[in-house]
């Protein structure tokens, strides 16, 4: 009997028909070609992780985000909605007996209870490389390389993205020199985080309502409206302690420009990562049109291992989520092509020729050729059109006269051109890439 039951896809999570699971399955090969290549090792952890992980590392205003229960066992639990936790408590249980530093990736699925938006959805899968136990420039710069490369690798160049850089160890230095006390920091770090959105008048309106004073809140907003390095140099040319702050970005520079990369980087002082476990470097990509939330976002974060118990490692990575990259790619016209069905389609024109077809399907198979065939008898010409429509190169053909023979009739469906080749040659395989 039919049933009246309907199951709606829940609101923010994805199906993924073969067309998409396909620019999933591109993205991710090449996110695995590019950190490979840099000697990056993958891993993955469970999507159930303790609660109190991601409270620790975030603060209890994180569980409005989560999606989170109380188990069978009564234990408090949530789907991971990020990897870096969960990468800081397995190092923290294995780190002391290895070779430093760790590079390690993830390509982990993630879930956030919010609002689905464009280039945010509920659930995402996200690309994260991390390397441990360094913590000279040379780590920071190789990850942002990586990063870049990872996008790179997809059919974007400098003229599609950007990689905006800062140092929550320069910001500091600038908020001391504009007298901004300890106690407004974090809350100052949180305007200035969302300052492009804002700009300099609701930076302003922000540092206001926590206290910042007027003169300091007139610097950050200045700073806000012309975050570059020039100005930045400029504005605080006689401050020792700034300058000093901005030798790590010089050499991060330097080593980038040296790679080839440096044309994709930009200082930015607005990008400083809400998240307070960063502690030096941070960057984020994002489309040059800034039409599009951020592409990627990571930097150095000294000191979470030990949060969750671990040794005292200097770390730096980032998180790449699959969402806003595919709409790039679609943006962009970088979609990859249609991988065709099948590359062989293979037609018996009567019954008594179907066993020698599963012989030549089989042989055609083992040497790594993708056929198909009609699991039901049909007319040639029939079989000849799905053939076409399910992008086969080649249609193979077994009639009376080929087993009369001993040949196999193989037609290119591009030109036309067709030849008879013996069975034996396909069986053995000579004739498997013709």
Not at 36 to 52: I, K, S
Not at 238 to 262: C, D, F, H, K
Not at 343 to 368: C, T
Request: aromatic fraction near 8%; charge should be neutral.
């Amino acid at each position: 009997m039919p049933s009246d039951k309907s199951f709606a896809k829940l609101p923010g999570f994805r199906d993924f028909v073969p067309a998409e699971l396909a620019l999933r399955t591109h993205i991710f090969e090449a996110w695995r070609r590019v950190c490979r290549r840099y000697g990056f090792m993958e891993y993955d952890g469970p999507p159930l992780e303790p609660l109190g992980l991601y409270v620790e590392k975030s603060g209890p205003e994180i569980v409005e985000q989560l999606y989170n229960f109380a188990d069978k066992g009564g234990r408090e639990v949530a789907l991971r909605p990020e990897m870096t936790p969960s990468l800081a408590r397995i190092l923290a249980q294995r780190s002391r007996g290895m070779a430093k530093p760790i590079r390690w990736f993830s390509i982990p699925q993630l879930f956030r209870y919010e609002r689905s938006q464009r280039g945010r959805l509920r659930e995402h899968f996200q690309l994260n490389a991390d390397i441990v136990g360094e913590a000279g420039v040379g780590a920071d710069a190789e990850v942002v390389a990586v990063a870049i490369d990872a996008v790179s690798a997809l059919g974007l160049g400098e003229r599609d993205f950007v990689a905006r850089v800062n140092d929550r160890r320069l910001v500091t230095a600038v908020l001391d020199e504009a007298g901004v006390a300890e106690g407004h920091r974090a809350g100052v770090l949180a305007v200035i985080d969302k300052a492009g959105r804002a700009g300099p008048a609701g930076t302003r309106a922000g540092l206001a309502a926590l206290g910042v004073g007027e003169a300091a809140a007139r610097a950050l907003a200045e700073l806000v409206a012309d975050g570059s390095w020039d100005h930045l140099r400029d504005r605080f040319r006689s401050s020792g302690p700034v300058l000093a702050a901005m030798q790590p970005l010089e050499e991060y520079r330097e080593i980038l420009e040296a790679m080839g990369l440096g044309g994709y980087l930009s200082f930015d002082f607005t990008v400083v990562r809400g998240l307070a476990y960063y502690t030096g470097i941070v960057f984020e990509l994002f489309d040059r049109a800034g039409e599009m939330r951020a592409i990627c976002g990571g930097g150095r974060y000294d000191r979470l291992l030990e949060l969750v118990g671990g040794e005292p490692l200097p770390a730096v990575g980032f998180g790449m989520g699959d969402v806003v990259l595919g709409e790039l790619l679609r943006d962009r016209g970088a979609l990859p092509d249609a991988v065709p069905a099948c590359d062989d389609y293979l037609i018996w024109v009567e019954p008594a020729q179907r066993s020698q077809a599963m012989k030549v399907a089989r042989a055609l198979r083992r040497h790594g050729r993708a056929v198909l065939y009609g699991l039901a008898p049909r007319g040639v010409g029939k079989q000849l059109r799905t053939a076409a429509r399910l992008g086969a190169a080649r249609a193979l053909i077994i009639g009376p006269d080929e087993a009369a023979s001993g040949t196999v009739t193989v037609r290119d469906l591009a030109s036309g051109r067709q030849d008879a080749v013996p069975v034996e040659l396909i069986l053995r395989g000579d004739g498997a890439g013709l």
